[in-house]
């Protein structure tokens, strides 16, 4: 049972660049999370997506952004990437409806500098 | 808003010794639900409990133990007789139960707590 994947691991950008980084769910979750890790911090929530719809943000500016496929997997984009953007994104699936347990399975990250 | 605090920064212990990694939270909302999650060096954060506001029994799973207590808004996490592996990142985290999203709603964590045990 594959877990939660992610892509890339690793990326560097320059200033001003944007990126799209990608999760696949585990098997059977239908809800994803995007969290961003700076440096020797805790993980911080950007969004979650249900039915291809944001359901719930975070304090993040416009340039995050994000979408479902009905596949479930998400995809997250930030434009404009600012130096401060350097950060491991991590993705999360659950599973919400009756079988809601409130656990997030998480991915490895995809690990952005900023140059 | 919610918060959660883990005041302890880096502990560093001898294998064998035991060790309690401190969680301090706050929230007005009476239902919200508290976790611990291991972060290794890969990455990813492996999930280790969670508990709700209603429940505040003590939980032992093998070396593992929880202490809950709402008079002092805190969740400790005990490892007894530790080992190397257990050298990691630990975060405290918070989320509160939503009519919309359940239990499934986003989490707030602490800044982690690096764990090194030594051989």
């Known amino acids: 049972d594959a877990g939660v994947t992610q892509s890339p691991t690793h990326l560097i950008k320059t200033r001003g660049q944007q990126v799209t980084l990608r999760c696949s769910p585990k098997s059977g979750h239908d809800t994803v999370s995007w969290y961003q890790q700076a440096l020797g911090q805790g993980p911080q929530f950007i969004f979650q997506?249900?039915?291809?719809?944001?359901?719930q943000r975070g304090n993040f500016p416009d340039r995050f952004s994000g979408h479902q496929f009905p596949n479930y997997s998400s995809e997250l984009n930030v434009n404009a990437l600012l130096l401060g953007d350097s950060a491991l994104y991590l993705c999360?699936?659950?599973?919400?409806?009756?079988?809601?347990?409130?656990?997030?399975?998480f991915g490895e990250g995809s690990r952005l500098t900023v140059l | 808003a919610q918060k959660v605090t883990q005041a302890q920064t880096e502990i560093s212990v001898v294998e064998k010794e035991d060790v309690t990694l401190d969680c301090v939270y706050e929230?007005?909302?009476?239902?919200?639900?508290l976790f611990w999650y291991k972060q290794p060096p890969s990455g990813e954060l492996v999930f280790l409990i969670r508990r709700n506001s209603f429940d505040e029994q003590n939980e032992i799973s093998g070396r593992y133990s929880w202490n809950f207590q709402k008079s002092t808004s805190s969740f400790n996490f005990t490892i007894t007789a530790s080992q190397v592996v257990d050298s990691a990142v630990y975060f405290c985290a918070l989320s509160l139960f939503s009519p919309y999203t359940g239990a499934n709603s986003k989490l707030t964590f602490g800044k982690g707590i690096t764990l090194s045990v030594r051989p």
């Open positions: 999360a699936s659950s599973l919400s409806g009756p079988g809601n347990t409130g656990e997030l399975f």
């Open positions: 997506y249900y039915e291809e719809e944001e359901r």
């Open positions: 929230t007005r909302d009476t239902t919200y639900y």
